[in-house]
C-alpha cells in the first residue's frame, strides 16, 4: 500500500511567473538577512550607532553642524554594509551550503538568480534609509529637498557598485576568506575610505585614492546632495559605474555556482 | 500508439577534468517513465555524468539529450521540466526547512501543496527549523521534497537515501515508486545494491567512467553459469580437496567458519559430488541453499574488491 495517491505526481512541470518568483525569491532572502544577528548588527546598529555618536560626541573633527557630515557617511556606510559585506558573506555560505546550485536546478532563470538576490538588497537598503533617515530628523537633521533625487540616484549607484563587488567576492573565493576579506575592506573603508572621516579631512594622498573608491564617490556625492543641493560631480559618477562595469565583468567570468 | 521519445539518451560522454578521465565514453539510456539506477564505486562517474545531463557541465565529447533538449545550450528550458535532488541538498543554512520548500515551489507553474508534501515526508515536526540544524536524514528528505514539488516529468536523484534511517528510506521508496506508477521518469545513482534491485527497471553498472554492465535487475543476477551453493558444516574441512573433486572452473570457499560457498553450475550431478565428499570428510551438509548471485556479488565481481580512494 503505497501512502501516495495514484495521480499525485502526474507531471505538470513549467515555470512560476517571473514576478512571483521574483518577490518569493527577494523576500525570503530579506527575511534572512533581518533574521540573522551579524547581519542585522552590520547593516542596522553599527549604523545606528555612529550615526547617534558622531553627531552628538565630539570624537572626530567634523565641520559643524557635525550631523550634515555624518548622515551621507552612515548612508553610504549603509550601502556599503548591506550590497558589499552582508551579500558577499551571505553569497559566500549560500554557495557552501549548495543553495545557488539548488537554486537554479528549479525553473527559476538565471537572470531572476541575480536579480532576487539584487532586489532583497535593495528591499534591505530601503529599510536602513528610513530608519536612519527618520532616526537622523529626530536628532536635528534638515537635508536640501533639492538633493533627494540626486542622493536617491547615488543610493542606486552606490548599491550597483557595491553589489557587483560584493557578488564578485561572495561567489569566487571560498566562504571564510571571503568572510575574513569583507570584513577587512569595510572596516578599512569606513576609516580611511571617506565614510566617517570626508575626504577634505583626510590628507592628501588617502584623499585622492579615495575618491577613486565607490565608498568615498558615493559619501562625497551624498554630502554635496543632502547638504547643498549639489548633482553629483561627473568624476563621482564615473567612478561608481566604472567598479560597477568592472566588477560585473569580472564576476561573469569567475562566479561559481559552488 | 506512439513511443514518447526516450527521457534520457546519452552517447559516447567524455568528460576530463585536467588529465583525470571522469567519464569514458559512456552511453545511458532511460525510457519515459521509467527508473534508472546507476551504480558504481565512489569516483565512477555518476554525479558527473548526472550533473552534465542537468547541464551544470559541459561534456568535453559525446552527445546529450534529456527530454529531447541539450542540457548544456537550454539549461533553463530543461530545468522548468526536471526536478532535481543535488547530492548534499541545498538550501540556505538559515533558512526553516518549509520556507525553502515554499520558495522552490514558488518556482514552477502547478506545484503540490507544500504542507501535505512537509507532512507526508515527516518532515512536520521541523518545519519551523533552520536547515543547518536538520539532521542529514531530515536535509535528505527536504532535498527530494523540492526535487519533486514542481511536478516534474523527469527526476535526478543522487544518492537519495544516504544517511537515512531504515523508516525514511521506506518512504523514498515509495515515493519513487508512486513517481514511475504516475509517469515520471527517474534516473537514481546509489550505492545500495539492494535499493537498485528493489526500484530500478534498468540497472547501469559504472566503473572508471564505463559502463561496465547494464540490465534489468533480474537479467543481471540470474546468469545461469553463475549460480552458488551454500551449505554449513563443521568448520576446518580441506576446500582445495573439494575444489580437486568438483568438475574444472568451479571454486570453493569457506568465508566464515563452518559455512562454505561453491560457485559454479550447479546441478544434482554436482550437488551429489558436494555431499559425496562431505560424506567422506565424515560430515553432513547442512542447510544447503542454492542462491542466485545478488546484485552486490555481480557489482563487486565487476568493479573489485579493493577499497578505493
Not at chain 1, 60 to 85: D, E, K, N, Y
Not at chain 1, 92 to 116: E, I, K, N, S
Not at chain 2, 110 to 122: C, F, I, S
Request: hydrophobic content about 50%.
Amino acid at each position: 500500500m503505497n501512502r501516495f495517491p495514484p495521480g499525485t505526481f502526474t507531471p505538470r512541470p513549467g515555470p512560476g511567473a517571473p514576478l512571483r518568483m521574483l518577490a518569493v525569491q527577494s523576500g525570503t532572502e530579506m527575511r534572512l538577512a533581518l533574521r540573522n544577528g551579524e547581519q542585522v548588527l552590520l547593516t542596522l546598529l553599527i549604523p545606528i550607532v555612529l550615526l547617534v555618536g558622531l553627531s552628538t560626541l565630539d570624537v572626530v573633527p567634523l565641520p559643524a553642524p557635525r550631523i550634515a557630515s555624518v548622515v551621507p557617511g552612515v548612508l553610504a556606510l549603509a550601502v556599503m554594509s548591506t550590497a558589499f559585506t552582508g551579500q558577499a558573506i551571505a553569497l559566500g555560505f549560500d554557495r557552501r551550503y549548495g543553495v545557488v546550485r539548488r537554486l537554479a536546478a528549479t525553473a527559476l532563470p538565471r537572470w531572476l538568480l541575480v536579480a532576487g538576490r539584487l532586489v532583497a538588497v535593495l528591499g534591505t537598503v530601503a529599510l536602513q534609509v528610513v530608519v536612519l533617515g527618520v532616526l537622523a530628523v529626530a536628532l536635528g537633521w534638515r537635508p536640501v529637498a533639492s538633493g533627494l533625487g540626486w542622493a536617491l540616484l547615488l543610493l542606486l549607484l552606490g548599491c550597483a557598485a557595491f553589489g557587483s563587488l560584493g557578488i564578485l567576492l561572495g561567489g569566487s573565493l571560498r566562504a571564510e576568506i571571503t568572510l575574513a576579506v569583507a570584513n577587512v575592506v569595510w572596516f578599512v573603508l569606513l576609516l580611511a575610505g571617506g565614510i566617517i572621516v570626508p575626504l577634505g579631512m583626510l590628507p592628501g594622498p588617502l584623499a585622492a585614492v579615495g575618491a577613486a573608491l565607490p565608498s568615498g564617490a558615493l559619501a562625497e556625492g551624498l554630502r554635496a546632495a543632502l547638504a547643498g543641493g549639489h548633482p553629483p560631480s561627473a568624476a563621482q559618477v564615473v567612478v561608481l559605474l566604472a567598479w560597477t562595469a568592472v566588477a560585473s565583468a569580472l564576476a561573469v567570468r569567475t562566479v561559481k555556482l559552488r | 500508439m506512439n513511443t514518447p521519445p526516450p527521457a534520457v539518451a546519452v552517447r559516447g560522454l567524455v568528460k576530463r577534468y585536467g588529465r583525470t578521465v571522469a567519464v569514458d565514453g559512456l552511453d545511458l539510456d532511460l525510457a519515459a517513465g521509467s527508473v534508472l539506477a546507476l551504480l558504481g564505486p565512489n569516483g565512477a562517474g555518476k554525479t558527473t555524468t548526472v550533473e552534465i545531463c542537468e547541464g551544470f557541465l559541459r561534456g568535453d565529447a559525446g552527445e546529450v539529450r534529456v527530454l529531447g533538449l541539450d542540457p548544456a545550450d537550454a539549461p533553463d528550458a530543461l530545468r522548468a521540466r526536471i526536478g532535481v535532488m543535488p547530492q548534499g541538498g541545498g538550501a540556505y543554512p538559515t533558512v526553516r526547512a518549509a520556507e525553502m520548500l515554499r520558495l522552490v515551489a514558488a518556482c514552477s507553474a502547478d506545484p503540490l501543496d507544500v504542507g501535505w508534501l512537509t507532512d507526508v515526508l515527516g518532515l512536520d515536526g521541523c518545519a519551523r527549523t533552520p536547515y543547518k540544524r536538520l539532521s542529514g536524514g531530515q536535509q535528505q528528505r527536504l532535498a527530494l521534497a523540492c526535487a519533486v514539488v514542481g511536478r516534474p516529468e523527469l527526476v535526478f536523484l543522487d544518492e537519495p537515501t544516504a544517511g537515512m534511517d531504515p523508516q525514511a528510506r521506506r518512504v523514498v521508496w515509495d515515493l519513487i515508486q508512486a513517481l514511475r506508477r504516475d509517469g515520471v521518469a527517474v534516473l537514481l545513482t546509489t550505492h545500495l545494491m539492494e535499493e537498485a534491485e528493489a526500484l530500478a527497471d534498468e540497472v547501469v553498472i559504472v566503473d572508471r567512467g564505463r559502463v561496465v554492465a547494464q540490465g534489468s535487475p533480474t537479467a543481471l543476477t540470474s546468469t545461469t553459469e553463475q549460480q552458488e551453493l551454500r551449505f554449513r558444516a563443521r568448520s576446518g574441512m580441506d576446500v582445495d580437496g573439494l575444489i580437486a573433486a568438483l568438475p574444472v572452473g568451479y571454486g570453493a570457499a569457506e568465508p566464515i567458519a563452518g559455512r562454505y560457498v561453491v560457485r559454479g553450475r550447479i546441478d544434482p550431478a554436482v550437488l551429489s559430488t558436494i555431499t559425496t565428499w562431505c560424506a567422506g570428510q565424515g560430515a553432513l551438509a547442512d542447510d544447503v541453499q542454492v542462491a542466485r548471485r545478488s546484485l552486490e556479488d555481480v557489482f563487486l565481481e565487476l568493479t573489485g574488491r579493493e577499497l578505493r580512494s
